[in-house]
């Protein structure tokens, strides 16, 4: 609860707009599975009005032929906080919607949950949407686990820090220019003769 204040207070000090919800920070795990990935997120979200605020996010979720329609596992408040709350409104193809209900003077971390069945070499995430609330994020993190008998050919971002099969990758007042896209494949095996 104290952290929770602190950071709101160094926002305020800061500058930051007052004014409406604002979505401070994002952090994301991935793991890449042969034919699937997960995404488990915590997402930062404050509201620096005196008065309650209740506003629809948009969630898009890159899907096609190859990226197939992803199952939400999870849409919940993370830190067990019972003075905000967030609904599931609607899932279609390539997104879904929710409902943020915020009291006043209020920070939340949401937790969002979704699974992916992947036919081709690639996955993506859409993370340059971050940039339409108008601020950079102060802090993403974004952490990709990757199944130990497939092999990366395309990274998202360059210079990970790297611990076994774990790739991480840490921004501090970051506006994404690109999505966190990544190409694969499967090791090739060796034999013994």
């Not at 009005?49 to 990226?67: G, H, M, V, W």
């Not at 952490?143 to 497939?150: D, G, T």
Request: net charge negative.
């Amino acid at each position: 609860m104290w952290a929770k204040c602190l950071l709101l207070l160094m926002m305020a000090l800061s500058g930051i707009n007052l004014s409406a919800l604002s979505f401070e920070a994002e952090e994301l795990s991935f793991s890449l599975d042969k034919g699937s990935w997960e995404l488990d997120g915590l997402y930062h979200f404050a509201n620096y009005r005196a008065e309650a605020i209740s506003q629809t996010i948009f969630f898009p979720i890159p899907q096609d032929s190859l990226c197939l329609i992803p199952t939400v596992l999870k849409l919940e408040l993370a830190d067990g906080d019972s003075l905000a709350s967030c609904k599931m409104l609607h899932q279609s193809k390539g997104s879904f919607a929710f409902q943020l209900n915020m009291p006043g003077q209020h920070f939340c971390i949401l937790r969002i949950v979704y699974r992916q069945e992947l036919l081709g070499n690639y996955a993506s995430y859409i993370i340059t949407t971050a940039n339409a609330w108008g601020k950079p994020l102060q802090f993403a993190s974004y952490m990709l686990n990757v199944n130990p008998e497939l092999e990366l050919t395309k990274l998202p971002f360059p210079k990970p820090r790297q611990e076994g099969n774990s790739y991480y990758w840490e921004f501090y007042d970051f506006s994404p220019q690109t999505e966190f896209y990544l190409e694969f494949g499967e090791k090739a095996v060796s034999g013994e003769w």
